[in-house]
């Protein structure tokens, strides 16, 4: 079921999420199935569940040759509970970001390069993952969600963020 995403000002994207307690149930099941929805309905490379106003520690993510995102390499389409993340050093670079709960909006975010990543799947199944560029970036800022952060807060430069029509006149970048 696709469910509404709540925009930048409403509180609940500034709660820290609660870790999910017990794996492969139904409700984490339906959960995970109304997030996919919700993702693939917006195009997005990836959603946080209190972005739906669930405030557990689930994401998703996953990009094929999205529109949003022309550059960009692919991201295995992932469930990721209860996520650990872990900088394998010290290096940042800044990209592009946009987000569901943020319309219309880019920013440029320093993100680690670098990242070494552990959770579980929505059926308990252990994951570990060490990451580079476009995959870590994703996964930094779907995790951010989970403790309340969204990229404008990341942002060291303001001048570069804004309407996505505005910065990128005459590309197709889409309207989310
Ligand atoms: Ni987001």
């Known amino acids: 079921m696709i469910r509404p995403i709540l925009r930048m000002g409403d509180p609940r994207l500034l709660e ?12 984490l099941h339906a959960l995970v199935a109304d ?13 946080a569940a209190p ?5 557990l520690r689930v994401v998703i993510f996953g990009v094929h040759a999205n529109p949003r995102y022309p550059d960009a390499e692919e991201v295995p389409d992932t469930v ?3 996520p650990v993340l872990e900088p ?7 990209g592009w970001e946009g987000c569901l709960s943020v319309p219309g909006m880019r920013g440029l975010v320093p993100r680690y ?3 070494r990543y552990r959770g579980y799947d929505e059926r308990g199944a252990p994951l570990d993952r060490t990451v580079a560029d476009f995959h870590a970036r994703v996964v930094q ?3 951010d969600h989970l403790d309340g952060i969204l990229y404008p807060r990341r942002i060291r430069d303001l001048t570069r ?12 970048l889409g309207e989310d």
Request: aromatic content about 6%; charged content about 25%; proline content about 5%.
């Open 141 to 143: 800022h779907e995790v």
């Open 16 to 27: 820290r999420a609660q870790p999910v307690a017990a794996f492969d149930t139904p409700e």
């Open 113 to 115: 390069r670098r990242l």
């Open 35 to 47: 997030m996919r929805d919700t993702m693939a309905a917006r195009a997005g490379a990836g959603l």
């Open 88 to 94: 394998v050093d010290d290096e940042m670079v800044e």
């Open 80 to 82: 990721l509970v209860n």
């Open 51 to 55: 972005q739906i106003g669930v405030g």
């Open 161 to 172: 963020f804004g309407f996505i029509d505005a910065l990128f006149p005459g590309q197709d």
